[in-house]
T-cell receptor
Framework: EAGVVQSPRYKIIEKKQPVAFWCNPISGHNTLYWYLQNLGQGPELLIR????????DSQLPKDRFSAERLKGVDSTLKIQPAELGDSAVYLCASSLSGSTRGLIGEQFFGPGTRLTVL | AQSVTQLGSHVSVSEGALVLLRCNYS??????LFWYVQYPNQGLQLLLK??????LVKGINGFEAEFKKSETSFHLTKPSAHMSDAAEYFCAVSDLDQGGSEKLVFGKGTKLTVNP
C-alpha cells in the first residue's frame, strides 16, 4: 500500500514569491491534515479536512496561506507571498476519518516538503 | 488546552544501553498520549499510544511507555539501544480541534543519538 505522497520534497524560493505544496493521501482516507514543523519543534496543525471540507483551519495564517482539497482526495497548500519565517517543513498526514477519542493515533504522515525562503 | 513537555532536546546513549526519553503532560481531562518517531527526511511514524487501558504500553521496535498519573508522565523506554534507533522522538497528547474532533499536540522532540 502506498503511503502519503508529498511533492516537492525540497523547495528553495526567494521571499515574496509564491509556493505550493501537493499531497496525495492514502487511498480511502477521508481525513487530511497539513502540519507545520519548524526546526527543533514538533509539528503544529495548520488545517484539517474531512473529505473536501476544511473543518479546522483556525491555525492557518489566512492572509498568506491557503489550502484546497477540491475532490476530497489530494490537496494543495499555498503560500503567497512567502516570508523568511515560513522556512520550515510542511507535513501532510491522512487518516481514515476524523476521530473519536482515542483513535487519533492512526495518522499516517508523508515525508514532508522542506521549504527554504531566502 | 493540553500540552506536553519533553525533557532534554538531545539524548545520547551507547549501543546496548537503556534508552529513556522523558515526557510530561498537562491535561484537564484523562489524557490520550502518543509517541512518534521521525527518521531523517521521513515523516512521523506511530510508536505506541495510551488510551486509558493498560498503563504499560508496548509499541513497535521494542519500545514501551508507562503512564503514571501521579507524576503526569509518559516516559518512553527501551532496554537495549540499537544503532537503528537513532532518530527524533515526539511525545503528543490529544486535544480537541475547532471541528470537535481530536488533534495531536506535539512536544518539541528529543533527538536520540546511539554511539557504537
Amino acid at each position: 500500500e502506498a503511503g502519503v505522497v508529498q511533492s516537492p520534497r525540497y523547495k528553495i524560493i526567494e521571499k515574496k514569491q509564491p509556493v505550493a505544496f501537493w499531497c496525495n493521501p492514502i487511498s480511502g482516507h477521508n481525513t487530511l491534515y497539513w502540519y507545520l514543523q519548524n526546526l527543533g519543534q514538533g509539528p503544529e496543525l495548520l488545517i484539517r479536512y474531512e473529505n473536501e471540507e476544511a473543518v479546522d483551519d483556525s491555525q492557518l495564517p489566512k492572509d498568506r496561506f491557503s489550502a484546497e482539497r477540491l475532490k476530497g482526495v489530494d490537496s494543495t497548500l499555498k503560500i503567497q507571498p512567502a516570508e523568511l519565517g515560513d522556512s520550515a517543513v510542511y507535513l501532510c498526514a491522512s487518516s481514515l476519518s476524523g476521530s473519536t477519542r482515542g483513535l487519533i493515533g492512526e495518522q499516517f504522515f508523508g515525508p514532508g516538503t522542506r521549504l527554504t525562503v531566502l | 488546552a493540553q500540552s506536553v513537555t519533553q525533557l532534554g532536546s538531545h539524548v545520547s546513549v551507547s549501543e546496548g544501553a537503556l534508552v529513556l526519553l522523558r515526557c510530561n503532560y498537562s491535561s484537564s481531562v484523562p489524557p490520550y498520549l502518543f509517541w512518534y518517531v521521525q527518521y531523517p527526511n521521513q515523516g512521523l511514524q506511530l510508536l505506541l499510544k495510551y488510551t486509558s487501558a493498560a498503563t504499560l504500553v508496548k509499541g513497535i521496535n521494542g519500545f514501551e511507555a508507562e503512564f503514571k498519573k501521579s507524576e503526569t508522565s509518559f516516559h518512553l523506554t527501551k532496554p537495549s539501544a540499537h544503532m537503528s534507533d537513532a532518530a527524533e522522538y515526539f511525545c503528543a497528547v490529544s486535544d480537541l480541534d475547532q471541528g470537535g474532533s481530536e488533534k495531536l499536540v506535539f512536544g518539541k522532540g528529543t533527538k536520540l543519538t546511539v554511539n557504537p
